[in-house]
């Protein structure tokens, strides 16, 4: 039996309650009020004030999971997904924070306990690093939390590591500081009696996998790139919690695990298959349905509808990409994701009661957009194979005008194009699928000018109308049109 994902979670949040932490529940994965953040990307994201000095923290020491998002922007997973084994669009980020409260040592410590005293992973397994110091910063290596390990694991298993992996920094500006990170090691024995394991920490290996990120946070950096101390030591951790399902599952891929395998088996019997975690496109295909439909419907249960622009956008491409697998690669021509909407709400609903009071909204949300995509996906899918030939001739390209008919006409997300040509062995001209962009662009303006212009003709004994955009102007002058 696989442990319940239920219960590991909520083994954390018991764990950091015992320690005096308050436990608060998830903001929501969609950033409203924030220009530099269009989802939440890790678990400071809402609690950013608080460290930047602009709000007191309600509480010292709190625990959360918190949903994030890292599909776009500066952290932008989207390709790995379905690929590795430890990269989602969504995932949770189990936390624990001290403002201004407890620092190192208690964070180290409490780390230590969790992992090999709660979840009794095995201590010759788990791999540490701390910061090495930096010239260009003035800073020397933190050797306090070299020093600090020390008391729990053996000098082989402590690692010093760079600042773009040990010295974590909110932005360009802002509440920064040293970093450690705990690995672990899910290799079989045979293969680390082969090859030990320190090597392979921060090098992509898909079984020696970053679990958890404690950052002390205790300098700001200023515009002019200087570091001044804080008045205050925080405490920022992030533990992705699918990788410690996977971890004490002692599988060897999140998917593998009790967050994943309901989805899994649904989506696998429903297509008509079985699953067998490979790398053939069946399988694929499946991970990326069962990763994509939780990013889709957290994201349009707090309240992110799909769209053609920004955020928006970034949900419809996730979901058209999902529709394309599950069309593609396991024969379903008819809206098949919204139907795996319940299976994820029944699962998750104990911590995100949100989706569950929501379902049916999610479910017809996704469902339309479903019904709109399919409708266009196939003659798209055709017209790529039928100009297959001509763009090897072109030196494997697509070029930007086909890219952007297949975006215009046939609803293709310029990703979605790139990942066939991919799979095709072909690249896509992102410039030339531009300019076409562009163009179109100012077609429309011209065209929207046009109406305007038809609009205040027609409505001329009537007050002028107020400027409100394009779209919208172009919407009121049929309105009124229709009125006529
Ligand atoms: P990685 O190096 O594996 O990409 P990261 O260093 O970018 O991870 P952090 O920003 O340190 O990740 O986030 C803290 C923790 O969140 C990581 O230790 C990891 O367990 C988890 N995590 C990060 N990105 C993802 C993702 N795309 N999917 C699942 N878990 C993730
Ligand atoms: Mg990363
Ligand atoms: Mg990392
Ligand atoms: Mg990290």
Redesign the pocket.
Known sequence: MLPSANQVRQQFLDFFASKGHHIVPSAPIVVKDDPTLMFIN??MAPFKDYFLGNKPAPFKRVADTQK?L?VSGK?N?LE?VGYDT????M?E?LGNWSFGDYFKKEAIAWAWELLTEVYKLPKERLYVTYFEGDKGDNLGADTETQGLWRQYTTEDRILPGNKK?NF?EMGDTGPCGP?T?IHIDLRDEAEVAQQGGAELV?ADHPQV?????NVFMEFQRKADGSLEKLPAQHVDT???F???MMAVSGVKS?YDTDVFQPLIQFIASEAGVKYTGAMEPTDIAIRVIADHIRTISFAISDGQLPSNVKAGYVIRRILRRAVRYAFTFLNFKQPFLYKVVPILADHMHSIFPELKQQQQFVQRVIEEEEIAFLKTLENGLRRLDALEDSFKQQGNLIDGKTAFELYDTFGFPLDLTALIAREKGLNVDEKGFAVEMEQQKNRSRRAAEQEQSDWVIVHASEEQPRFVGYDALRAEARILRYRQ
């Open positions: 890790s678990g994030c890292r952290h997973d790995e430890y990269h989602h669009t995932f980020m992996d974590w970093c990170e921060n996998v970053e679990i958890w990120n992030g533990m992705g699918e990788r410690l999140n």
